[in-house]
T-cell receptor, first 115, second 112 residues
Framework: DAGVIQSPRHEVTEMGQEVTLRCKPISGHNSLFWYRQTMMRGLELLIYFNNNVPIDDSGMPEDRFSAKMPNASFSTLKIQPSEPRDSAVYFC?????????????FGPGTRLTVL | TQLLEQSPQFLSIQEGENLTVYCNSSSVFSSLQWYRQEPGEGPVLLVTVVTGGEVKKLKRLTFQFGDARKDSSLHITAAQPGDTGLYLCAGRYTGTASKLTFGTGTRLQVTL
């Protein structure tokens, strides 16, 4: 079975541009998480969904960040406009707490560089 | 805000040495997980502990959950270069269901 799929793997953009990160969770998982990882702040939860519904977006830095999950097999994280301080590795993870005991399965991440 | 502190932040040791990594919180966990992350990849689950005082072993790795469920430790015996990576504890607090709070991380390097 395919794991969590993220695209693109790398993104280099200029300040002010819109960035869209994509995630396909593992089939059958009902929770999806977006994280950001930096050396300074570690792994931070941005937002998570249960059954496609946003449950907790308290980690979203500001209004420039938005996330959607239109169906059980796809989610996007959008940054508009992007800023250099948004440079980080963004991970998507999925889980099914009923069947996997809460294990989160992570994608390979998207490395974002904003110039 | 719930904080999960890990110590040490960095650890560089030689093959064959033993080491212990600590994870501490001021709040009680309903469960705690340990993940390992290798460069260019996402974290991968090593173990989940649920009961206070619980000890789990995974080959050379021993995980312990504190009696009060506020802390945990990971002990590696006879470290090998393949153990190199970032070790993350992640706690689930009562009432937060799916949500995990990750620790600050311990970066381990094991050299020959």
């Amino acid at each position: 079975d395919a794991g969590v799929i993220q695209s693109p793997r790398h993104e280099v953009t200029e300040m002010g541009q819109e960035v869209t990160l994509r995630c396909k969770p593992i089939s059958g998982h009902n929770s999806l998480f977006w994280y950001r990882q930096t050396m300074m702040r570690g792994l931070e939860l941005l937002i998570y969904f249960n059954n496609n519904v946003p449950i907790d977006d308290s980690g979203m830095p500001e209004d420039r960040f938005s996330a959607k999950m239109p169906n059980a097999s796809f989610s996007t994280l959008k940054i508009q406009p992007s800023e250099p301080r948004d440079s980080a590795v963004y991970f998507c993870a999925s889980s099914n707490i009923q069947t996997d005991g809460g294990e989160q399965f992570f994608g390979p991440g998207t490395r974002l560089t904003v110039l | 805000t719930q904080l999960l502190e890990q110590s040490p932040q960095f650890l560089s040791i030689q093959e064959g040495e033993n080491l212990t990594v600590y994870c501490n919180s001021s709040s009680v966990f309903s469960s705690l997980q340990w993940y390992r992350q290798e460069p260019g990849e996402g974290p991968v689950l090593l173990v989940t502990v649920v009961t206070g005082g619980e000890v789990k072993k995974l080959k050379r790795l021993t995980f312990q959950f504190g009696d009060a469920r506020k802390d945990s430790s990971l002990h590696i015996t006879a470290a090998q270069p393949g153990d190199t990576g970032l070790y993350l504890c992640a706690g689930r607090y009562t009432g937060t269901a799916s949500k995990l709070t990750f620790g600050t991380g311990t970066r381990l390097q094991v050299t020959l």
